[in-house]
């Protein structure tokens, strides 16, 4: 295993540097042009940074192919990226930025008024400032001498959870973590480099992260669904036929309102080889509809929080459901444990009651 994600990065740029990494409705990037505007706004990060390491880095944008590379600037610097949800309420930003103290914030021109209002603007980075269109051979030189101080242990990203007690709470995720988890889904579901993945995760989510690490390791394409089309889903289904798109990990709402909708009988998806779907439960007569109308899909079943990385639990839906069943949460993935405790908080023996 390699010590950090922009090892498996580097590889898939030298490998396929025309592929495209990132495509929009209005926009698309290569891998080539990826990593050399995230190593040109790296340098200007860590200037502003005086060359910290290993601390978080605000980046307050919408997801777009401006925010890929910016959270890759982050991690070429050494640091963790930590996404903010523009939507949000600005005091919830402003006690994030309390809590976290992030070195810097990455943003645009058009989001600056509104983080100037909370924080100093010698910690913001606009990347749509005039910015060099090479980086030479110095400067390029000087990020790969820092991050040899980068182990696989160090933060790779900060997602922040909803915060139920009223304070957001970060959670740190490391590179082994991400690697981990994205080597498995690799290595177990055969997960293949021409992946054109449909992303619906807001950039806030974790599942976002998992779609970003796939993307940097496997050379897998990011088609970035447009925030609107999930309440048209006709729209949806318009854009992963026109995409081609072969992948899809969404929470289950959006696949009920399809369902409901019998939207799959009118629109055909023979490229859609893979679904994945977590975060909520599935209700399984919609599920059932999903696995009849694309019997060249796998469909798998994740369960997991954050804190240990996406998920931790998956099952690969490989026999019929009664409407009436319940779809299994599964095993551990690899390299994996879970402790079930019983109600009285002791490790659960399998077979026992209650």
Avoid at 32 to 60: D, N, T
Avoid at 132 to 158: G, K, V, W
Avoid at 210 to 239: G, N, R, V
């Amino acid at each position: 295993m390699k010590k950090n994600i922009l090892e498996y990065f580097d590889e898939t740029v030298i490998r396929a540097p025309e592929k495209i990494a990132v495509k929009t409705e209005e926009q698309t990037i290569t891998f080539g042009e990826l990593s050399l505007r995230a190593k040109i706004i790296a340098v200007q990060l860590r200037k502003l940074s005086k060359g910290e390491i290993r601390r978080p880095v605000g980046v307050f944008l919408p997801k777009s192919i401006e925010s890929v590379i910016s959270d890759l600037s982050a991690v070429y610097t050494g640091n963790a990226y930590m996404n903010l949800d523009i939507r949000t309420p600005m005091q919830r930003i402003d006690n994030i930025l309390k809590l976290v103290n992030p070195l810097c914030i990455i943003t645009n021109r058009q989001y600056k008024a509104q983080l100037c209002e909370i924080c100093s603007e010698e910690k913001i980075l606009c990347v749509d400032d005039d910015m060099p269109q090479s980086i030479d051979r110095e400067a390029e030189e000087s990020l790969y001498r820092n991050l040899e101080q980068i182990i696989d242990t160090d933060p790779l990203c900060l997602i922040n959870t909803s915060g139920s007690t009223g304070t957001p709470k970060s959670v740190v995720l490391n590179h082994r973590s991400f690697i981990d988890y994205t080597i498995w889904a690799i290595e177990t579901l055969k997960l293949k480099k021409d992946e054109v993945l449909g992303s619906m995760a807001p950039i806030v989510f974790d599942h976002s992260s998992y779609e970003f690490c796939l993307m940097l390791i496997h050379s897998c394409t990011l088609a970035f669904i447009p925030e609107s089309y999930p309440i048209f889903p006709a729209k949806l289904m318009q854009f992963l036929v026109t995409h081609k798109i072969t992948y899809i990990f969404w929470v289950p709402t959006i696949m009920v309102n399809i369902a409901n909708m019998d939207l799959l009988s009118c629109f055909s998806l023979p490229h859609l080889k893979m679904v994945w779907f977590a975060g909520e439960v599935f209700p399984t007569k919609q599920f059932n509809y999903w696995r009849e109308h694309l019997p060249q899909a796998t469909f798998v079943n994740l369960y997991g929080p954050t804190e240990i990385t996406v998920d931790c639990t998956y099952y690969i839906v490989d026999r019929k459901l009664r409407d009436d069943e319940p779809i299994p949460i599964g095993g551990p993935r690899r390299n994996t444990d879970v402790l079930i405790l019983n109600e009285k908080n002791q490790p659960a023996v399998l077979g026992e009651e209650g």
